[in-house]
């Protein structure tokens, strides 16, 4: 009798906050209607097209929805956010030139939770992006390219040696990512010890498997997994940032042969000429190994497997690199110079990339209005591409 006469009272403070939910949903709407937006469908409240995504997968998604809406552009609601997805060739090129201009980076809140530590996560992205843009062009000029060259070939031949043995089967995708990340330990940060190694790749793979899956955490999911990984992950390397920070100390601040990524980033001030601090830099050589880990491994394969289908091509590129080969001592590793003598080599690499690209695509945030394709995308919106559509 008690509950019954309670009941009156109690059920409009259970309806207020899904009323006050609705309110605000209907007038975002109502709002964002006012604007010219692309056609499609943000699904359910709260719940978006994350189940439909999830289900059929990013190609077979965006396909349906280019035959459905515009083969140009189309809103949908994803990770609890309001998306536009770029289409077709126009649409990538539109996404990855207005990088930092009308664009600045994006990571959903279920990315940001298993990639990075929370207490940094919501800092100056601008100030963040500025710093991995500048050493992505730092690692990308031709003299630091010439000095990488050897190590990769020094590398290769080892892994060739251990795990590519002859007339036996080998899972190019696996080992094309140990060779990636183990690469990628050694020129960001410095790391060459097996064990070492072994204590980020086994976290990381988790990371990598689970990132983009449904954020359910609840034990054995992959989303589960992917937190535990990424904590791991972040805390082996606060630890070697500690330690090359301590390093770095005692050493001349000019002297910069044989640094680093790891140790040129401990050594950039921002614009106040403050040094990062450990976890802005972890989160940093965080997006650096995601963004060169499953990129680099898909194109080693893709190239591998249309060598695999097509003979004529395999023939013709072995014929170039044994020219290569013999123009070499027994040890003596490749140089820059080898490598431009590679063309033909070179062309089917990026034929294969042009027919299976290695990147899925991306993920941004705008910064003002933007019009593409006759229709405009607020400020504040999400947008993103599928490079392989």
């Known amino acids: 009798m008690e509950m019954q006469a309670l009941l009156p009272y109690l059920l409009p403070l259970l309806l207020l906050p899904l009323s006050l939910y609705l309110v605000s949903f209907i007038g975002r709407t109502s709002s964002d209607d006012e604007k010219n937006l692309p056609p499609g469908s943000k699904g359910w409240p709260m719940l978006g097209e994350n189940r439909a995504f999830s289900l059929f997968g990013p190609q077979k998604f965006v396909k349906d929805r280019m035959e459905k809406y515009s083969p140009d552009v189309f809103k949908t609601s994803l990770f609890g956010e309001k998306m536009v997805i770029f289409c077709g060739a126009q649409g990538n090129k539109f996404f990855f030139s207005n990088d930092t201009k009308a664009l600045t980076a994006w990571h959903s809140a279920s990315m940001k939770k298993v990639l990075m530590f929370p207490d940094v996560a919501t800092s100056n992205m601008k100030e963040m992006s500025m710093l991995k843009r500048t050493f992505r062009l730092d690692m990308l000029k031709p003299e630091a390219l010439k000095q990488y060259i050897p190590i990769m070939d020094a590398m290769a031949r080892e892994q060739m040696d251990s795990d590519w043995k002859p007339d036996s089967v080998v899972k190019v ?217």
């Open 173 to 389: 995708v696996h080992l094309s990512k140990k060779y990636t990340f183990e690469l990628a330990c050694r020129l960001f940060l410095g790391v060459v010890d097996a064990e070492d190694i072994k204590k980020l790749s086994d976290p990381f793979t988790l990371v990598t498997e689970g990132m983009l899956s449904l954020p359910l955490d609840f034990p054995g999911t992959a989303y589960s997994r992917a937190l535990k990984g990424g904590k791991v992950v972040r805390e082996e390397l606060k630890r070697i940032v500690k330690q090359r920070r301590k390093e770095l100390m005692g050493r001349r601040s000019d002297d910069e042969e044989g640094q680093d990524m790891l140790s040129k980033m401990l050594l950039v001030r921002d614009e106040d000429g403050e040094l990062f601090n450990e976890m802005e830099i972890c989160n940093s050589v965080i997006g650096l190994l995601i963004a060169s880990f499953d990129t680099t491994s898909s194109a080693v394969t893709s190239v591998m497997n249309y060598l695999a289908q097509l003979p004529h091509i395999y023939e013709n590129v072995f014929k170039e690199q044994m020219e290569v080969a013999k123009s070499k001592g027994p040890d003596e590793l490749l140089t820059w110079e080898d490598i431009e003598k590679m063309k033909y080599s070179w062309n089917v690499a990026r034929e294969s990339l042009r027919l299976t690209p290695s990147s899925q695509g991306g993920l941004r945030e705008t910064t003002t209005d933007v019009t593409y394709a006759g229709f405009t995308i607020p400020k504040g919106w999400k947008v993103s591409t599928i490079v392989r559509n």
